[in-house]
Every structure is written in C-alpha cells, then in structure tokens.
C-alpha cells in the first residue's frame, strides 16, 4: 500500500523526466566542445566503399537551434501544466476541467433550442417534429449501443417499443429511469425451490402463465413452487413495476427465449441488469426530449391526469399526529412537523393528501430551509429489493416535492442512521423533514 501513499514515485517521474531533458542538452554541448582526431582534410579516417569518406563537419545550426528551442520548450510546458508527477502546473489545467468548461459552453449554445421546448408536456413534445429530432440523434448517441438503433433492444437489454416495462412506461416512470438509472436483481432462488427436478417444474409454470411452450404435466406441478417466486412477481405473475419485477404472463424474457433451459438457468443463478444513470450528462431540458423520445416509440404509457382544481375555500390546516392506516393501504401522517409517508407492501405509491400533509414543508424551503427525504428499509424478505424498493418511495417522494415547485437543490436524499426499520408499516415508511 505504500505505493499508493507515499510520494515516491511522484519524485522518481519528476526526476527521469529533467534528466532526460537536462542531459540531451549536457549531450549537445559536450559534443560541440569535444575535438575528433582528423586528418588534414578534415576527414576521420573512416572510409567505406573504398572511397566514401566520413567528415567531422559540425552540427548545421539550423538543427542545433530546433533541439535547443524543443528542450526550452518541454521545460516550459512542464512548468504550465501537469507532467512532472503531481505537480499540476502554474496554471491549473485538468483534462476533466476543461471537459465541463466546454460541455457547458456547448449547452450555454444550445439552450435557446431547447427553450422552445420549455413547458411542453412528454406527450406535446411527442409530436414536436424538432424535438423529436433532438430525441433521436440523443438516443442514437447514447442508447442505441444497447437499445439498437430502432429501440427494438436485444438479449439482456429491453424493447423500448412495447408495452412492457418493468420500471413503469409512464412519462414520470421513464424519465426517473433514464435520469436515475436502475438496477434489477434476480437473486438464484434454486434453494428455495427444492430439487433439479422441482426447479424444471417451476420453470414449466412460468412458461405456463404466458402460454409458451410447456410441459404441462410439469407446470402443474410447479405450481406450488411458484409461491417462492410471488413476493416479486406477484401471485398472479403479473410483476411488481416498484421492484421491476416483469410481467411473466407476457412471454416477453429480456435475457433469452422463453424455453425451459433459460428459465431454469435464470431460477439456478440469477441474473442483475444495470441500467446506468444519465442525470450527470444530461441538461433537465435534455432528459425531458429524450423522455418524450422514448415515451413516444410505441410503448409508453399515458402519464396520470392532473387532478382537477379544488373550489377555493380556506386553506386547509396540516393533518394532526395519526398512527399508519390500518391494514396494508398507503397513508400520510405528521407527527412533530415530520411528515411520514406509509407505503403498500410492494408499492411505491404516495397515498391521498402528500399535498396537503407536505404544505409546511414547502413554507419551509421558501422561507430558506431544506427538506430532507430520508426512506427506510424493511429488515425482513429479501436485502438488496426491500433497498431498492426503498429508494423507488424516496424518490416519489422527492419528485412529489418537485411537481409542487420546490427546487431539486432544496431537496436532500439521505440515509437515516438507522436505516432499517423493522417489519410492518414503519418499516414501509419515507419520513421528510426541514433543516
């Protein structure tokens, strides 16, 4: 590990690099000052062919000049910029510096097209014929090398042009996914199923459900194994788009064909998808062309209407301290002016009423305040979905505060020091709180 703290090799680079210049320049001098035995007529005594003879000519001095003015100039240049070990130059310049500084002098140009874009819902910029061209030359530059260049996507990598989307395929779903990123992890759920045998069963009660090719003396076995495989896909099959768990009743199997071979090998090992996250790269104006872009290939999914405007009355007063809705139903509660959001099992839909359980919030950022998502983490079930499923909660959360005007950096997302919860409602729950 000490190569890696001690300053060693900054020094051995720093001191290869001058000698290497200052000794070229030792090597000029020298061999200008030094005098070769010679002849009268100049020449060495070196002879070959039997009448070329070699001459001790001095160095022509254009040639002299262009090496004294190249080492001047490689001291110079180390001096100004990175490249005597960690050094970094009198003038400062990093690569990764001047990448921003011209990413943003390109977005600075672009902006007034992408004004014209500004208030535009997905569904009006899905019939832009300018944003769509910005869409596509966005897809094809960034998404294509997974997608394909007709968004029909390939083994392991989803079509964007159907109605399947493990995420959601609404604007808001599709969006957060390309802004967010995903993860999808299948954990190798061989164990819980039983024997080699139980496991080809199983896999023939999938293929079952969407009317692949079966064996169905096989499927109706697997059926009850099908019981390790619904806390995810759901009884029914059908998936769970909070935990982008896919619809096995559709027949579409994004990592290989629906055969019992791929399916067994899928319940044996696994499998996790990483959709990487593109918010970094993108301007907002960008994410939103690529949204409607993506939204409007074919699979998209019309986005929730917004809700009609209440008569104008007095203005309501913040919801008094309640304990989670009975049963398994979404619910919003303020306790102490910490607003908790409670949460369906599997689901990561905000209940009734976040607008008005979240008005002393937003009072509170406009005043100057922050306001702090924090989720937590069911401790029962599997690890790495509950996590998952947690950030989906914070993250309708945080996008809730936003539809309702509060800027992105008013917004915090952090872990609370204990993160997981328990079971039960409380563990189901988003808490927001100002700072």
Not at 124 to 129: E, Q, V
Not at 221 to 228: E, I
């Amino acid at each position: 590990m000490s190569d890696f703290t001690s300053n060693f090799w900054s020094i051995f680079i720093t001191g290869i690099t001058l000698l290497g210049i200052f000794g070229c320049l030792a090597l000029l001098w020298i061999s200008g000052k030094t005098k070769a035995m010679t002849a009268a007529d100049n020449t060495t005594g070196h002879v070959w062919d039997g009448d070329l003879r070699e001459m001790n000519n001095p160095l022509p001095r254009w040639w002299v000049g262009l090496f004294i003015i190249t080492c001047v100039f490689s001291l110079a240049y180390l001096y100004l910029y990175p490249g005597l070990g960690s050094y970094k130059g009198s003038l400062g310049w990093t690569q990764v510096g001047q990448f921003e500084t011209e990413v943003a002098r390109g977005n600075e140009q672009t902006a007034p097209i992408y004004a014209a874009f500004a208030g535009k819902s997905t569904e009006d910029l899905a019939k832009d014929p300018q944003a769509m061209a910005i869409g596509d030359r966005l897809f094809m530059n960034n998404c294509a090398q997974c997608h394909g260049s007709d968004a029909r996507g390939s083994t392991g990598f989803p079509n964007l042009t159907d109605a399947q989307w493990n995420w959601g395929g609404t604007p808001e779903h599709i969006h957060a996914s390309i802004a967010q990123g995903r993860t999808g992890i299948m954990t190798p759920m061989a164990a819980a199923v039983g024997s080699s045998d139980d496991v080809r069963n199983l896999a023939n009660y999938v293929l079952n459900l969407s009317n692949s090719p079966h064996d169905s003396v096989r499927a109706n076995l697997g059926r009850d194994k099908f019981v390790a495989c619904a806390a995810c896909h759901g009884a029914d099959g059908k998936g769970n788009q909070a935990l982008g768990s896919p619809d096995l009743t559709s027949g579409v199997f994004v990592h290989g064909p629906g055969v019992e071979a791929h399916i067994v090998d899928m319940i044996n090992n696994g499998k996790t998808g990483v959709m990487p996250a593109w918010e970094s790269k993108f301007t907002p104006e960008q994410l939103n062309v690529l949204t409607a872009y993506v939204w409007g290939k074919g699979g998209g999914v019309a986005g929730a209407a917004p809700a009609a405007a209440a008569p104008a009355t007095a203005a309501p007063a913040a919801p008094a301290a309640a304990a989670p809705a009975a049963g398994d139903a979404a619910s919003v509660v303020v306790e102490n002016g910490v607003v908790k959001f409670f949460f369906a099992t599997g689901k990561a839909d905000l209940a009734a009423g976040a607008d008005t359980a979240l008005a002393d919030v937003i009072a509170g950022v406009q005043a100057g305040k922050k306001a702090v998502v924090s989720g937590f983490v069911d401790s029962s079930g599997n690890a790495a979905q509950n996590e998952e499923l947690a950030k989906q909660r914070a993250f309708a959360v945080r996008d809730q505060l936003k539809a309702l005007g509060v800027a992105e950096d008013s917004i915090e997302l952090k872990k609370p020091e204990n993160i997981e919860a328990g079971a039960g409602a409380q563990a189901r729950r988003v808490e927001v709180n100002l700072v």
